[in-house]
């Protein structure tokens, strides 16, 4: 439970965040620590990633997964794992098997936590399977598992993996779009939504393809983003099909899309001076009624 209205805790949780300096030390306040609030700004978490990792890369990738898929920052997930990949620490194929794990990965992704961390304490796990297995009188397991910790994929995670796998491998692209109709909901949406964002390294025809896919999504974020793509190519398509969407802000964007060659309004300058044009945003190009 995210305890936003308790100052101590959230106090607590950002001093254990703060003075981590180590993979180690950020791995268990992640993990550990219960989050205490929401946090909606990309540049707090990365902060934290950086002062574990800017000299001493080792187990980044770890810590790029916990921090990502981390209950504090789930709005910003995808803003996050972009910001991470900026700083060049994360390999690229090491964040190339993260994507490849969220677009494959059920509801969560499991970590295994370091043994050490129960040990010490005389914590037994039984097996989820069979809770008989723990002996009582010697608080022994005949085969103890590891420890895992289950860490929930965020839509934006999901958007972030699928747009990457699709621009540096194309071919793939038919795949990740079954994946997006297996997985259903927001996350199946959020795989089509990243489709979408690198459906520029496809062949026209499965570009098309694409967008008459997302054209049939239930999701009306998906719908909008394959529509906005097609008002830039025919916006008078684009205003048809959004005009017929079941959903009531689709249609009020629809409605309002004009042709971008008529929003170019000449304005006078100074005497002498030559006219000038200051064109209005595309309505094409305005910002998403769902991002």
């Not at 929930?152 to 621009?167: D, I, S, Y």
Request: net charge negative.
């Amino acid at each position: 439970m995210i305890r936003n209205k308790d100052p101590d805790a959230r106090l607590d949780d950002l001093d254990a965040l703060m003075d981590a300096r180590t993979a180690a030390d950020l791995h268990r306040a992640l993990v550990l620590g219960p989050p205490a609030a929401f946090e909606r700004e990309p540049s707090v978490p990365l902060m934290y990633f950086r002062n574990a990792h800017d000299h001493n890369p080792a187990r980044a990738a770890e810590t790029a997964m916990l921090l990502v898929t981390d209950p504090r920052w789930r709005v910003t997930a995808g803003p996050l794992i972009d910001a991470i990949d900026a700083t060049g620490i994360v390999p690229a194929d090491e964040l190339d098997v993260l994507a490849r794990t969220f677009i494959s990965a059920g509801p969560t992704v499991y970590w295994k936590c370091p043994d050490d961390w129960f040990s010490t304490i005389g914590i037994i796990i039984a097996d989820r399977e069979d809770p008989g297995s723990l002996d009582k009188d010697s608080c022994e397991l005949d085969e103890p598992g590891p420890t895992v910790a289950a860490r929930v994929v965020a839509p934006g995670l999901r958007r972030w993996a699928a747009a990457r796998v699709v621009r540096l491998h194309p071919p793939v692209w038919a795949d990740v779009s079954t994946r997006s109709e297996e997985l259903g909901g927001e996350g199946g949406g959020a795989v089509m939504r990243g489709i979408l964002d690198s459906i520029d390294v496809l062949p026209l025809k499965a570009r098309t393809l694409v967008r008459n896919e997302a054209l049939k999504s239930g999701r009306a974020d998906v719908r909008h983003a394959a529509l906005r793509q097609i008002a830039a190519m025919d916006w008078t398509l684009a205003r048809t099909l959004g005009l017929r969407d079941p959903n009531r802000q689709v249609r009020r964007w629809a409605s309002v899309l004009t042709d971008p060659a008529t929003s170019t309004i000449p304005t006078s300058g100074p005497p002498g001076a030559p006219t000038r044009s200051t064109s209005k945003k595309s309505s094409a190009n305005q910002v998403s009624l769902f991002d």
